[in-house]
């Protein structure tokens, strides 16, 4: 009697073919290393960015309190009290501050952008003294708050006053990881990039 025919076993070719795999696993290594120096190089750049955005954004509420300042110190010398609360509103709205209002301190606020906060409804008598010279008076004085929030208060040169100042507040230029669009662009070069390195080199293989 002949023995049944044993029917040739079918090998079935996986993902990789023989031999494949040492170049897989190399070429995984690279593309990894690859992907991790974009990464890096990525949140470098956005790092800086968002140093140079915030430096930036300080530089410009410096300058805004300074010319507010000059400009509320000569309307107040003139007793034009009405005139300061308009500036003071309209410079929060144009300037994009979150906050901009005149207090005299131990007294209370002269002045804001929201008018429902003021508390003083004019300036208070004047006092013997003399103004310090606007020359002879400090630049504003940045401060760093919570969350990226930023301060200035500049001392104002008011005659017979030498208790009142400018408050500008604005918040700063968000988080240092950049926004979320830059974030999913690297993420989704990163990808295409490991993609593209597979088909080439299924092609080659070919």
């Known amino acids: 009697a002949h023995a049944p025919a044993i029917a040739p076993r079918v090998r079935r070719r996986g993902l990789l073919s023989h031999g494949e795999g040492a170049v897989a696993r190399v070429g995984i290594v690279t593309a990894a290393l690859v992907v991790g120096v974009l990464g890096l190089s990525s949140w470098w750049t956005l790092r800086t960015y968002h140093a140079q955005e915030q430096a930036s954004r300080e530089r410009e509420l410096l300058s805004v309190s300074g010319v507010l300042s000059s400009s509320i110190e000569s309307l107040m010398n003139n007793g034009d009290i009405t005139g300061v609360r308009r500036l003071v509103a309209d410079a929060a709205v144009f300037q994009g501050l979150s906050g901009c209002r005149v207090v005299i301190?131990?007294?209370?606020?002269?002045?804001?952008?929201?008018?429902?906060?003021?508390?003083?409804?004019?300036?208070?008598?004047?006092?013997?003294?003399?103004?310090?010279?606007a020359?002879?008076?400090?630049?504003?004085?940045?401060?760093?708050?919570?969350?990226?929030?930023?301060?200035?208060?500049?001392?104002?040169?008011?005659?017979?006053?030498?208790?009142?100042?400018?408050e500008v507040t604005c918040a700063g230029s968000g988080s240092a990881m950049g926004p979320w669009e830059v974030q999913a662009g690297i993420a989704g070069i990163a990808a295409l990039g490991m993609g593209g390195l597979l088909m080439a080199y299924r092609q080659m293989r070919m």
Request: hydrophobic residues 45%; aromatic residues 0%.
């Open 105 to 133: 301190d131990g007294v209370g606020i002269l002045a804001d952008a929201e008018p429902s906060r003021i508390t003083v409804a004019r300036l208070p008598e004047a006092d013997n003294a003399t103004a310090t010279p």
């Open 135 to 166: 020359e002879v008076l400090a630049t504003g004085t940045l401060e760093r708050g919570e969350g990226g929030l930023l301060r200035v208060r500049t001392s104002l040169a008011v005659a017979g006053q030498n208790n009142v100042a400018l």
